[in-house]
């Protein structure tokens, strides 16, 4: 198995394999026919991930506010993008 790269790196900074492995980590799942797409399930929300070209897009749904949409560029590090998705919508 490989290592991360410290949390405060750049995800523009990751090879691919990284940012799934990371995305797997934090319970995500990946879509088996949108390989860029991914959901996560949390006690008080739901989100949809999207890895875009330059950018990672997430949609809130089953939060009870209606479309929550962030996203979050690659030049920002794995732990602010990170706590920015989780904190919830």
């Known amino acids: 198995m490989f290592?991360?790269?410290?949390?405060?790196?750049?995800?523009?900074?990751?090879?691919?394999?990284?940012?799934?492995?990371?995305?797997?980590?934090?319970?995500?799942?990946q879509d088996d026919r949108q390989l860029n797409r991914w959901t996560v399930m949390r006690s008080a929300w739901q989100a949809e991930l999207l890895l875009d070209t330059d950018q990672v897009i997430v949609r809130y749904v089953g939060s009870g506010v209606e479309n929550v949409v962030r996203s979050f560029k690659y030049s920002l590090s794995r732990q602010d993008v990170e706590a920015a998705i989780f904190a919830g919508p």
Not at 5 to 27: D, Q, R, V
């Open 3 to 29: 290592q991360l790269p410290p949390p405060t790196t750049a995800l523009y900074n990751h090879p691919l394999p990284h940012l799934e492995a990371w995305l797997i980590s934090l319970g995500c799942r």
